[in-house]
């Protein structure tokens, strides 16, 4: 399957990565890199709807238990 889209920003960047021979020790230093960034800024967005929509302990809770009326009350 051919996609007529352009390549992003990030696959650019990535592809000047496959120009460069690595060590195994250099490729796993770049994938922990991106999991850490993608985990922060997964973590950074739940802090923010968590701040947003005034979840709190009662909401872990509800989604726990499937009280979504509790849920439904913040």
Known sequence: MILNK???????ELLK????ELSEEQLKDIQRL????FALQASDEMDRLWEERAWNQETIE???TGDMDTYNEH
Do not use: E, H, R
């Open 62 to 64: 509800a989604w726990l």
């Open 17 to 20: 990565l496959y120009s460069m």
């Open 34 to 37: 991106l999991a850490n960034y």
């Open 6 to 12: 352009p390549l992003t920003n990030l696959q650019l």
